[in-house]
Nanobody, 128 residues
Framework: QVQLVESGGGLVQAGGSLRLSCAAS????????MGWFRQAPGKEREFVAS????????NYADSVKGRFTISRDNVKKTVYLQMNSLKPEDTAVYYC?????????????????????WGQGTQVTASS
């Protein structure tokens, strides 16, 4: 059973930076497409970024493009989300997710239904 554990959240002033990490258990992490999502109070969970299994391809929500960067280290079984120029509207609980079923690791997925394993989430707060 794959498990995901996020870390790196916290409180930062608007314009600041944070780097989130998501450590995975399991032997076949390098075959999983991975994604980051976020959920603000009273709002639905929304897509932030995704990355293919080999890290060669990424995509981003328009709201974070140019400010956030997703990356992964398959040796460390960890996916990262570097967040720069944070805005108050980035405040949310951030979740990482893994697509462990099937053979779609080479594709990018923005829909939460594509992912079958989720972390517990980490709070990010950007104050104005």
């Amino acid at each position: 059973q794959v498990q995901l554990v996020e870390s790196g959240g916290g409180l930062v002033q608007a314009g600041g930076s944070l780097r989130l990490s998501c450590a995975a258990s399991g032997r076949t992490f390098s075959s999983y497409a991975m994604g980051w999502f976020r959920q603000a109070p009273g709002k639905e969970r929304e897509f932030v970024a995704s990355i293919t299994s080999n890290g060669a391809n990424t995509n981003y929500a328009d709201s974070v493009k140019g400010r956030f960067t997703i990356s992964r280290d398959n040796v460390k079984k960890t996916v990262y989300l570097q967040m720069n120029s944070l805005k108050p509207e980035d405040t949310a609980v951030y979740y990482c997710a893994a697509k462990t079923r099937g053979y779609g690791g080479s594709y990018l997925y923005s829909g939460p239904a594509n992912y079958d394993v989720w972390g517990q989430g980490t709070q990010v707060t950007a104050s104005s």
